[in-house]
Nanobody, 118 residues
Framework: QVQLVESGGGLVQPGGSLSLSCAAS????????MGWYRQVPGKQRELVAQKSSGSSTNWVESSLQGRFTISRDDAKNTVVLQMSALKPEATAVYYC???????????WGQGTSVTVSS
């Protein structure tokens, strides 16, 4: 079992920055790819960024590259989504995710709300 707890959401003005943090607990965390999804009402949850353990490769949704970065600290069991130059369309609930593709196991955090508005 893996538990994920997000923090860092809130209200930010367009053009501003925000950092979301996910604290993970449980066994075998390095076996999981960790990432962030977001969802707005009426739309499907979409993958924003993802990073595997021990990998130097980050995946970030193409339209967000250069503004969103994901980092992972396996010693602290945290994954951080750093968002900059935020646009109103980034307004969503952001969810931390842990996935083991080989086992088909998915875990989700409770979500943290981000609102980009003046």
């Amino acid at each position: 079992q893996v538990q994920l707890v997000e923090s860092g959401g809130g209200l930010v003005q367009p053009g501003g920055s925000l950092s979301l943090s996910c604290a993970a607990s449980g066994k075998g965390l390095t076996l999981y790819a960790m990432g962030w999804y977001r969802q707005v009402p009426g739309k499907q949850r979409e993958l924003v960024a993802q990073k595997s353990s021990g990998s130097s490769t980050n995946w970030v949704e193409s339209s967000l590259q250069g503004r969103f970065t994901i980092s992972r600290d396996d010693a602290k069991n945290t994954v951080v989504l750093q968002m900059s130059a935020l646009k109103p369309e980034a307004t969503a609930v952001y969810y931390c995710n842990a996935v083991r593709w080989d086992e088909g196991i998915n875990y989700w955090g409770q979500g943290t709300s981000v609102t980009v508005s003046s």
